[in-house]
């Protein structure tokens, strides 16, 4: 039993590695009270600092610092947890960290602690994930939104639609089991009033979350245009440096180029395609396959035109395709002339080669990023919470068509099914290969 409980007690260095005024050793189940009485020689005080000696297994001593404990439940991980906070130098670390492994402990796996808090009921799993990417955050508004979804707002929108879902399917499964009255349960409206407000909501919660995605991820970006319009010498402003090949013959980028650039901390995938013309070559008909899929995939499609003779858009079959408004941008006002700056109309004039209009250019992607706005609404969402938004989406638009059917059974199915997918998000219903695969992205120690 002793044995067991050691096992499942696990250590990690919880400070990033390398040197620091201090550094922290974190434990966590419960055989924590008997690593406790090793190394510290008592069980400390619960959740009151206890400066300490920290000795080895064999009464040597290692370091001198504080000491925290906090009892189960009332901890991170809901678990016995102990803090060793020593002097935070490699060796240092490393020897406290071997001193819990002898008495017992075990290295803990990446975010561990984290899924103990998880499985524990301390938090569900948005929040879990939220995290890691506070951790990750690049910027403050990044910051401010993984934070609010720490802090539950989040979860706390996805558990009301969950709530009203249940209380809609009760109400309808109640009334299957009554054929006559079925009828008039769908006849009235309300059902069909409650699932239309269900999905404006959804929409709403969508979009905020679609936004600290976007903070997280970053935006991507797909430039398109004639060949010899400027592309390449746009990407290097933006990057500033040489990254795509700039000359002035006619086709030289043969494929696509990617690139990645920091935009107050927020990364910017961006995508050069080559430039198009209606071909027969097949060499280029692959190219403007490709293009296609990137602008399909796209959060954002930059059309780049010559200003001194702006009709020549060679991608104007491609552009009709698109799902999102692409933003137009005239290059080369150096030789036209043309003032910078985005028009009312939403034109923006600029050179990539004196650099005049990138700013303005600039204000507009962190605009499109959410970075210039506060972000006060906003929360931290991953790319299978949104998902999971847009299955409940489809499930609830497919129960609407049931309603007009009066088709009471299937409609009590894609309600189930609009419910199963929100409770993924929080992780009432997630299957345990899908939290291995989250909490194995988050660091060491947390
Ligand atoms: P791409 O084929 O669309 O990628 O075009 P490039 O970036 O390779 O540029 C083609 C030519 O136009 C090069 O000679 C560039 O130096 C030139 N060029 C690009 N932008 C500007 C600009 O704003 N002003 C001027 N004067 N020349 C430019
Ligand atoms: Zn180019």
Redesign the pocket.
Known sequence: DELEAALDTIAAIATPLGRGGIGVVRVSGSAVPQIAQKLLGKTPPPRQALYSDFRAGNGELLDQGIALFFPAPHSFTGEHVLELQGHGGLVVMDQLLQATLECGARVARPGEFSERAFLNGKLDLAQAEAIADLIDSASVQAARCALRSLQGVFSQHINELVQLLIELRTYIEAGIDFVEEEIDLLSDGMVAQKINALLQQIELIFSQAQQGFLLKEGMHLVLV??????????L?RLAGRET?????I????RDLVRDQILLDGMPLHII?TA?LRETEDIVEKQGIERTRRVMSEADLVIV?LDDRHPEDVAETELLQQLKIKPLLVR?????SGHAAGLTPEGVLY?????GEGIAELKDYLRRQMGLSVQSEGHFMARRRHLTALSTAKEALNNSLNYVQLRHSELLAEELRLAQLALSEITGAFTADDLLGEIFSSFCIGK
Request: cysteine-free; aromatic content about 0%.
């Open positions: 245009g004639a060949p010899n319009v400027g592309k390449s010498s746009l290097n795509a090949i700039v000359t002035p006619a086709g030289t980028t050069d430039g780049l290059n080369k006002i150096d030789l600029l050179s990539a080669k004196t």
